[in-house]
């Protein structure tokens, strides 16, 4: 795959819009089908939490409504119809069945004398008339059993005999136990408060402290999932959850005792599951389908303009300059095209005027090498005129020969840049030449410091400075002179000054001089190449500047370099 990969661009570009188009769908699909999933399985979980509220309000009514019933164990006539003590029992069936009014639908209620044997009733008499106090739910009812608790029974499947029952004890004058009232449940009674409460898909079972069955919407339940609940709570596993088939949800209610559970049907069963796989399968395989297609158009569409100037730089580089990208595209592949067609004709152009430049160079070159022929003429024709001066006895000639040929020898020397001490050599010969023509018309003064000496300056840059000094600054006036002082005034930077005590400057021409352009400085041609040389060498913030003394009249030229030896580049 690496290898397919960095084969071409083209399937570089096939592989990045296939990942960009693929990635992101299934991850939306994926991201979509989960939500999904979740949403039902909340919308479900919701309901039946709903359902489960419903039905425990429904039992917490009912228990509201036996513990008003209950309160016929306070009734006196009860309490002595129950004890023997002649009460009719017309007024303790009114009481009963005023006590028990919207309940008798849902439970029998009846009354035992304090042996156990059944006395007055709801309903019909029952099969057994006497119960046993010494166990059982009427044993449940003595006082330290506490108030109308409810017994679940062994076996739900007798339709006939009560699921839940629940006893009161009924006290006398005395104190003593004067009978029970016993409260009965039975799988009717269940259904028909039940029925329409937990939905019509849903089934309901009822199970007790001990988790066994004590109430099933349909019985066949009781013995094939209550004992299977019962096992998966005495493992530890919540009743919370759900299997293949079936969602089960699950409330505690505490006045009975019991824990209602809810049977839901499996919003996905494992034939939707895979129902709902295959159409999600069928559907990524179009969507794949779909986006190597798509992935194939877009690459070859982008890939055949890079092709047309891959193709055309590899005719550049076998030096083929005449290569062309035709295309009709406006987009940025076009101004692609567009620019690498300018560029083949600026490079074009550029190799015709390189080979001008060549040819004007190697011209250039003759000319140089022709010209430094006559500066060695020119010092050997003064070093005659010396020797002929001394043989005539006019030593100012002989000078002035002397110190020519040295200033003439100096600028023709190879070497870029010189020390200080040998520029201010050069300098001092050319101020003897003006002395001798000027006839000592200035004074010259030179302040060097011993630790400057050795610092490395470009060639030639003192003589035009002090030239153009002597020219416009000085003429026409008397007692003039020219001063020049090297200085450090900052560690690392070396500062030369010419002053004089001419003219002065105008004031268009103070301040940093390389500020103006070449056609400004006519008339100051040697200013302008110094400050240019310096600026070329060292960067913009050296130079030359110049301004007029504050001290008097004249000019101040300062020039700024880097300080620089030849030991080790660094004064």
Known sequence: MKDFLSRSFRNRLFAAFLVVS?????????????????????????EAREHLDTVSRVMDALYDDFARAAALAENPLIAAALAGDGAEGTQVYNVLFDATEGLRGYA?????????????????????????????VLYSASPSGGFLTFVAAEDVTVTQSPLLQGAVLI??????????????????????LLDGKYGAQNDLIL???????????????????????????LDGQ?????????????????????????????????????????VSLSSALICILFSILMSLQLSRQMFYPIKKLHRAIGEVANNNLDAYVPH?????????????????????HNQE???????????????????????????????????????????????????????????????????????????????????????????????????????????MILQPIVENAILHGLEGVGNGGVKVEASQPQPGLLQITIADNGRGLPAEMVGRYGDRNRDSCRGHLGLYNIDTILRKHYGAGFGLYLSNRKDGPGAVVTATLPMRVEEDALC
């Open 207 to 233: 199970l007790n402290r001990y988790w066994r069955p004590v109430y099933c919407a349909q019985p066949s339940l009781a013995a094939s999932l209550a004992p299977r609940l019962r096992l998966q709570l």
């Open 22 to 46: 693929l990635v992101p769908l299934l991850i939306c699909s994926a991201l979509l089908l989960q939500t999904f999933r979740l949403r039902l399985t909340n919308d479900v979980n919701a």
């Open 108 to 136: 029998r209620f009846d009354l035992y004398d304090a042996g156990g044997r059944w006395r007055y009733s709801t309903q019909t008499a029952p099969e057994d008339t006497l119960l046993p106090t010494s166990w059982g």
């Open 171 to 192: 006290a006398g004058r005395d104190g003593e136990t004067a009978g029970y009232l016993l409260i009965s449940m039975y799988q009717n009674g269940f259904r028909q």
């Open 353 to 459: 005027q390189l080979v001008e430049n060549q040819q004007e160079l190697n011209a250039a070159q003759i000319r140089m090498l022709q010209a430094q022929l006559n500066p060695h003429f020119l010092c050997n024709t003064l070093d005659t005129m010396k020797w002929i001066s001394k043989i005539n006895k006019v030593p100012q000639v002989a000078l002035m020969s002397t110190n020519l040929a040295d200033i003439l020898r100096f600028c023709i020397s190879p070497d870029e840049f010189v020390p200080l001490y040998r520029e201010v050599e050069i300098l001092q010969r050319y101020m003897e030449i003006q002395n001798i023509r000027l006839s000592d018309a200035f004074a010259f003064q030179l302040i060097l410091p011993i630790e400057l000496e050795s610092c490395l300056v470009p060639k």
């Open 328 to 348: 009709n595209r406006k987009d940025e592949l076009g101004q692609l095209a567009d620019r690498f067609n300018g560029m083949m004709v600026a490079l074009k």
């Open 238 to 278: 919540p009743l919370n959850g759900a299997s293949e088939d079936f969602l089960y949800s699950v409330a505690y209610h505490p006045p009975t005792g019991l824990y209602i559970i809810l049977q839901k049907p499996q919003v996905f069963t494992r034939g939707t599951m895979n129902i709902l796989y295959a």
